[in-house]
């Protein structure tokens, strides 16, 4: 869907980002190296204001081009974690387009993963995630067709899985929705970084990056192409309405 | 294991766009052609030789198509696509079921507006199936918010039920979607149907392009009957040889999930053809396509033939067009295999692609088998277990669950007589068998559902399953293991509590 978003779609291309200024990127970056998240959030304004969590993002608004950055905790995850392990059937009787249930979902968000994951995605008795980076292996959201799997991420307050490739429904779902960035890493973080690590993820076009503080590495990450604005924009009927491409908010 | 499968029986060849000139397989492509020939049914033969259609949904065909890209270029009015291609696609048929159907409405009236009404009320298929016989308020809401919603569109295909205290009372109620879409007409060769369920692509055994979405590309769906999808490239699985007679179209998916993994396929088609291939019945194709989303495909297809024909023609009289590859037409990849060296497989825990031939695992002690869901809940599954219990004459000796995909198999299994069996039915050699009466149709615990769903895993139990999935968690307790298997394979390891070869009991 990556791909397919970028090249001959004749509704997704017409947006150009203009290539950023790489200087104000360094200056950008390094308070996050320094500075805890609850400090550093003074400077930045949410872009997601429908939820508070322990995340933040941030843009730069001196700058024309899209750039988000998001620094917070990560929570790992291996290869092949499917919808089953994200939210378990049992949770598909709420639905999402219902505001109540909505929140509901995001308090089971990956609650069905094995006893071996010793750290929960959401605290019991917890609505929200403290962790907003998600952090996988191969084939990320295979399974079921369920959308309740990228909207129980993003109800959680998560706002980015980083993982090696996913599954294509996951992936699509998670544009059309606008709920999480999915994004490519090309190489196998998910064995280098630990739950509860510290990271930042830093959007850019062409070579957006995730950094783990914890263990001062960073890692490339493929380009989301047009499939970050439709996200930005809260999701493919959000993003068509404000390109004019459907008409603003019907009766 | 695994890999002595590969190297012993099948071969399996990747071969480029060069090597593939139609000359390379001129037996399958033939025979089908054939076959059309012999029908008296010109349609079929008409987009086989293509000389008749309007320019507009052929052109002039510079490059080859594969069917799916003719099924996609033809719904997206263009002439030729080409893999990659972005396209706006016409959805002949959207089926939606209890659990993705509230919030696909929902979608719809946010962004349509509450007084909306919905692209076309005949083309939308509503199968509530997921969470029927339960006590779970909300899933019951759930049935009630899809029957207010095809009420207020006057939806024509709603397949309602009110009274869960006895199916049989619903004489609309049909059961697992996939298999009612089929048995009700809504499959037909050549059209575009999409789903809110990734086993849509089970409809793809009827020639036509059939996927799985999410809500809000549903919700999109319904208001304006299109949606964008990106042209896949397609991968051919080509399957030749006399099928033996213990071997089921369960072991010939798990086979080739095993061989390409679970993300093998991703966004990929793959496309089923050879001659093993058109000896499978239709419920035989539909097991092989059901699962391709196991590999991560996008959809799984098979040429339509007198099959296919036969069984559709039955149940619908809506007019279409059957395609197929063209002899020139471009594939990512091939794999061959021969059928007739294949052995009985399972899908150990926890992932579908984790292959091992059954007898590899005999020593698996196992505490219950489950027979069920679109995967394996349809009529000849069944058939195929109630002719192992009957060839064997024993009694299981784990507790055996039957849950048919509809109230149409419910019938079957109760009233057809399964062939060398002495006129018995199906229910009849399960209940001498000592096996679970047959339950209410619906898609049960195949995965897991609400707490009081019938045969759900509620203990870290052992399972054979002839469903799709066993991930952790699947069906319902998160430690419990799934060993995903045919119905011959299921029903034999049900007479002996071990995960156990069906040429144990049939010959």
Redesign the interface.
Known sequence: ?A???Q??????SSRTLASPNRSSFAQFRSPFLRFDSASASSNFKPLVSREASSSFVARSAAEPQERKTFHGLCYVVGD?I?T??II???F???????PDEYEKLGSYALV????AYKERFVQPGEMKTKYSIIIGG??FG???????APVCLGAAGAKAVVAQ?Y???FF??SV??GEIYPLDSEVRVCDECKTGDVATVELREGDSILINHTTGKEYKLKPIGDAGPVIDAG???AYARKAGMIPSA?? | MASSVISSSPFVCKSTKKDLGFSSFPKSSQISIHRCQKKSISRQIVSVMAPLRSPSTTGSVKTGMTMTEKILAKASERSQVVPGDNIWVNVDVLMTHDVCGPGAFGIFKKEFGEKAKVWDSEKIVVIPDHYIFTADKRANRNVDIMREHCREQNIKYFYDITDLGDFRANPDYKGVCHVALAQEGHCRPGEVLLGTDSHTCTAGAFGQFATGIGNTDAGFVLGTGKILLKVPPTMRFILDGEMPSYLQAKDLILQIIGEISVAGATYKTMEFSGTTIESLTMEERMTLCNMVVEAGGKNGVIPPDATTLNYVENRTSVPFESVYSDGNASFVADYRFDVSKLEPVVAKPHSPDNRALARECKDVKIDRVYIGSCTGGKTEDFMAAAKLLHAAGKQVKVPTFLVPATQKVWMDVYALPVPGAGGKTCAQIFEEAGCDTPASPSCGACLGGPADTYARLNEPQVCVSTTNRNFPGRMGHKEGQIYLASPYTAAASALTGRVTDPREFLQ
């Open positions: 869907m791909a397919s978003l090249s001959a779609n004749p509704i997704l092949n499917d089953d392990q378990p059937a049992e598909l009787t709420l639905v999402p387009s219902n069905g993963l094995p006893a191969e084939n295979c399974g079921s067709s369920r959308e309740h490739s599954a294509r429904i699509r779902n059309a929705t999701g493919i009927f019907a009766a």
